[in-house]
């Protein structure tokens, strides 16, 4: 077994324990691995381990590795803000995206997703934590901007995403979970149906899990400490 197979194994028990404690079933969270930073022959060694979601941040990176890796029926999910020079190639190559924070990006999209494909799944990225340096929409505004999106064709809109400062303490960590919950909540009173709270990673899981996450986004804990390099 590699090390990334028994990372995976490790990340599952401690869902699972997660999910107990939060008396939520099996199947309510989905686990997708971050490769971003990684190469494809990792990616190749946790699909062999049955982990077959996996994000990206870097639209050049990914693209490389969906062609190294076109023999797996791999879920490609982009995650992170969204440049307007790089909506194409996301929109052309990606089923999910996890940081759509402004309408001119979500029309794009829409615009830009081939004929033929699948709508593209979006999460609206939400700085629920007010942090000058993060991608988001505030949350006065997240209510609005789904209104907006929900009404693009060739996107879904499926719920919301965020990335909350880093905080050490677990009751600490589920505030701004509980937050973006309520605000999935409040956008489902106008509604707009929405099935997916992408939020936890690998310092925080536990307590997004424990707040409703639906998808949670692990890398390091799966792949190792992450070395940017030129993606700084």
């Not at 869902?15 to 691995?33: C, F, H, N, P, W």
């Not at 609206?124 to 997240?142: C, D, I, T």
Request: proline share 4%.
């Amino acid at each position: 077994m590699t090390a990334i197979v028994s990372n995976l194994q490790a990340v599952h028990i401690a869902i699972e324990q997660a999910l107990q404690s939060a008396m939520r079933g099996t199947a309510d969270v989905k686990l997708l691995a971050v490769s971003k930073t990684f190469p494809a022959p990792s990616v190749r060694e946790a699909y062999e381990g049955g982990q077959h979601e996996f994000g990206e941040s870097y639209v050049q990176e990914a693209l490389g590795k969906m062609a190294t890796l076109s023999d797996l029926a791999i879920v490609w999910h982009y995650i992170g803000p969204v440049q307007s020079n790089k909506t194409r190639d996301i929109a052309e190559n990606f089923a999910w995206v996890h940081g759509v924070d402004r309408l001119k990006i979500a029309q794009r999209l829409s615009e830009q997703r081939p004929t033929g494909m699948p709508a593209l799944n979006i999460c609206l990225q939400v700085n629920v934590s007010g942090e000058a340096s993060k991608s988001g929409v505030v949350p006065q505004e997240v209510v609005g901007l789904a209104q907006e999106v929900s009404k693009l064709p060739n996107i879904k809109l499926r719920g919301l995403m965020a990335i909350p400062a880093p905080i050490d303490d677990e009751v600490a960590q589920r505030k701004p979970f509980a937050h973006l919950r309520q605000l999935s909540q409040e956008i489902g009173e106008q509604g707009i149906v929405l099935d997916t709270l992408s939020m936890g990673m690998s310092h925080d899981f536990v307590a997004a899990i424990k707040e409703g996450a639906t998808i949670i986004r692990i890398g390091t804990a799966i792949f190792g400490k992450r070395d940017y390099g030129e993606n700084i």
